[in-house]
């Protein structure tokens, strides 16, 4: 086993790194931000082609010569050292560790006016647990056919009402962490793609209401919540700043927004490090 530290940088592995067969050559990297909900963003050192964490596969990617393993951190982590695994070209397995840090996220008290989006009865529970399956299954596709694009555009010009990792509680009841970012903004308000991809699926969902997944390949996959309109099929080809809806407010929410969330490795993460601004 070999030990990353937070400090270890690019610089100093440039000489061993190769082009892995199993690593998609970017143009760019996301921010490393190693805390509950951020991306650890590891130079690698090694020729590996495939690798994991909590079971789950990651994104490995070459910048500039160098082969990293690009991570996506759950928010419920154990604090302290993480493991993950590689698979190297030669058929070797190495596991490598990083540390996860603590971060403080802030309470948000929202009041909803439709009870049942708060305390769903029996048949509501039924479409939920559906259509969290169907969530699941497009959060953990892998299409090794795009390309990821970690400099993204906002989907929408607005507000940013609501930040990633926020203790939320509705009517007074606690719930889920914010696994994504709100941005207000007027009904109608054009949604665009914030990087290029592919649209995996659409539907209305109970909690989500009309709602958007798009894939940007290796297991890097963004939703959009709340919409008025849908303006794209699954199968669509976009680019970034492309049209694909508009801002609404169905689902459950207090008012129109977009709610958007960027996943990897079947991991909600903090969009804000994607951000080219």
Not at 21 to 46: C, F, R, Y
Not at 89 to 110: M, N, R, W
Not at 220 to 243: E, F, K, Q, R
């Amino acid at each position: 086993m070999r030990i990353l530290g937070l400090m270890t940088t690019a610089c100093t592995l440039l000489a061993v790194a190769t082009v892995s067969l199993g690593a998609v050559t970017v143009t760019s990297l996301p921010d490393s931000s190693m805390v509950p909900g951020g991306i650890a963003v590891i130079p690698t050192g090694t020729d590996a082609v495939a690798g994991s964490f909590r079971d789950q596969r990651i994104l490995l990617a070459d910048f500039e010569g160098v082969q990293y393993a690009i991570i996506g951190i759950p928010l419920n982590v154990t604090l302290g050292s993480q493991q993950f695994h590689l698979t190297l070209a030669d058929g070797a397995k190495e596991s490598l560790q990083f540390a996860v840090e603590y971060k403080e996220y802030t309470e948000q008290h929202l009041t909803i006016t439709n009870t049942r989006q708060v305390n769903p009865n029996a048949d509501d529970m039924v479409r939920i647990n559906r259509e969290s399956g169907e969530m699941n299954r497009a959060f953990s596709s892998w299409s090794d056919s795009l390309t990821p694009v970690f400099s993204m555009q906002v989907p929408v010009d607005g507000v940013r009402s609501s930040s990633f990792g926020l203790k939320r509680f509705f009517n007074g009841q606690a719930r889920n962490p914010h696994s994504g970012m709100d941005i207000a903004a007027d009904e109608g308000a054009p949604i665009v793609a914030p990087a290029p991809g592919v649209i995996l699926t659409t539907g209305n969902f109970f909690f989500n209401g009309n709602t958007i997944i798009l894939d940007h390949g290796h297991g890097l996959i963004t939703l959009y919540c709340h919409m008025n309109t849908i303006d794209v099929a699954p199968g669509t080809v976009v680019a970034a700043g492309d049209l694909i809806g508009k801002v609404g407010q169905t689902g459950r929410v207090t008012g129109p927004h977009l709610h958007w969330s960027v996943n990897l490795n079947n991991t909600r993460v903090d969009p804000a490090l994607f951000l080219t601004d």
